[in-house]
């Protein structure tokens, strides 16, 4: 059985950083993303990575203050975010693809496996 479970979020004050990890038991994923959920809105790309060949793609709009990494021997993903804003309160998903799918890729609907996310609240 595939899981992915995520961990590290939490309450931070405007400013601070965080550090997400994802975790993948029952299979290995070379490719893995992170989005983000707010209340009322739809479910936004953040970062994705790939092991073989090594590449990351970020949000535009995010580039430069957060930074996806990953260890292969623990088979998890990590989401290093500094510099956080109360518009940046959401619910931090983990998702990851199987071989073949349509990749690099920003959309949802192109990953197998999510994880239940983890809450980030940013205070003002």
């Known amino acids: 059985q595939v899981q992915l479970v995520e961990s590290g979020g939490g309450l931070v004050q405007a400013g601070g950083s965080l550090r997400l990890s994802c975790a993948a038991s029952g299979r290995t994923f070379s490719r893995a993303a992170w989005f983000r959920q707010s209340p009322g809105k739809e479910r936004e790309f953040v970062a994705a990575?790939?092991?073989?060949?090594?590449?990351?793609m970020y949000a535009d709009s995010l580039k430069g203050r957060f930074t996806i990494s990953r260890d292969n021997a623990k088979n998890t993903v990590y989401l290093q975010i500094h510099s956080l804003k109360p518009e940046e309160t959401a619910v931090y998903y983990c998702?990851?693809?199987?071989?073949?799918?349509?990749?690099?890729?920003?959309?949802?609907?192109?990953?197998?496996?999510w994880g239940q996310g983890t809450q980030v609240t940013v205070s003002s």
């Open positions: 990575i790939n092991s073989t060949p090594s590449y990351t």
């Open positions: 998702a990851a693809a199987l071989p073949g799918s349509v990749w690099p890729t920003r959309k949802p609907k192109e990953y197998n496996y």
